[in-house]
């Protein structure tokens, strides 16, 4: 297929569906059926791995198996940092097109659906952010609670309310921030803005868009086998230390589900904290929210244009396999 666009392989799926395993044998030369195997870099696309020393509780790729497949946008932000989809898709797009200049295949793959969209599709134009409103907006946070103010969300942008978890703080206040500031919903700019793309290709990328599937019974069933693995792996140590460097749930990083639920919101004093001891109870905690988390993943990947659904094999190597399938039948990326 001869273009002048850039070929980009996006991979996604939910939470434990084996993304990390399936790209590595995609990309392993090992493989029977890949002899011939271009070189590919890794964009991550998941929200909490551009946290430095957030490492089991976000799944990171270990030094081993980024040493065999380069990754960006991991340890790029301390946990006390904002990253939002507008960052996302800024070093992302500069990723894509240096390693494209280096004859490489660009590779984005996680599991955050809104930087996926925005990536694809494009960012909204959505009103620049207005100091006075977002102080006010914290304010009232500080005063009312995240329960209050995502009541409001969910009157005024029901759409934005639906997709936004209530320990996103960020996310809330910019949905908040733009209805207060325009009088229109955030989710309104993202539906009608003519700029943005519906197929597969912008700013001079084409597309390749992959979501990986699974029984839900089975990705459970992962979801639970990773959080016993974390534990093992040491994760309450891990927050431990996070914690005894000053970071709790008031900073973006430590909301993220396997670290948000060590923490206990002191009764007397709201936005202090101490760490739960009741280790089991954190860890049915994490798998639950794990589990909701990777349902409402789901449902909205669905709302992705262009995608190509692989369900998943017994092995990651056959899996690999069906995607290069699909890969060959679109662009020449792995011969």
Request: proline content about 5%.
């Amino acid at each position: 297929m001869k273009t002048d666009q850039n070929p980009v392989l996006i991979l996604f799926g939910p939470t434990a569906s084996g993304k990390t395993g399936i790209l590595l044998e995609l990309f392993n030369s090992s493989n029977s059926k890949n002899s011939t195997v271009v070189q590919a870099e890794v964009i991550s696309a998941d929200s909490m791995q551009v946290y430095r020393g957030m490492n089991i509780g976000t799944a990171k790729p270990s030094a081993d198996e980024t040493a065999r497949l380069p990754h960006y946008l991991i340890d790029i932000r301390e946990p006390s940092e904002q990253f939002n989809a507008g960052d996302f898709v800024r070093l992302a797009d500069k990723a894509c097109h240096e390693i494209s200049s280096r004859g490489n295949i660009p590779v984005v793959s996680g599991g955050t659906g809104f930087y996926l969209k925005n990536f694809i599709m494009g960012l909204s134009e959505a009103p620049p952010s207005c100091k006075e409103v977002r102080e006010q907006l914290k304010l009232e946070f500080n005063e009312k609670g995240a329960a209050a103010l995502m009541e409001e969300l969910a009157v005024c942008d029901p759409v934005s309310a639906r997709r936004i978890h209530i320990n996103d703080e960020y996310r809330m206040l910019r949905a908040l921030e733009v209805y207060r500031s325009c009088g229109k919903p955030l989710s309104s700019f993202e539906m009608n803005s003519k700029d943005r793309q519906t197929n597969t290709t912008r700013n001079n990328f084409r597309f390749i868009i992959i979501g990986l599937s699974r029984p839900r019974d089975e990705l459970y069933n992962r979801i639970n086998l990773r959080c016993d693995q974390m534990f093992k792996q040491g994760l309450p140590d891990e927050v431990k230390s996070l914690y005894e460097k000053g970071y709790t749930p008031n900073d973006p990083g430590l909301r993220a589900i396997g670290y948000r639920e060590f923490f206990i919101e002191e009764p007397e004093a709201p936005c202090l904290w101490r760490l739960s001891q009741d280790i089991d109870g954190v860890k049915a905690l994490i798998a639950q929210n794990s589990r909701r988390y990777a349902k409402r993943q789901i449902t909205f990947f669905a709302g992705i244009p262009g995608v190509r659904w692989v369900e998943c094999c017994k092995s990651e190597i056959e899996t690999a396999n069906k995607i290069k399938e699909i890969i060959n039948e679109t662009a020449s990326l792995v011969s």
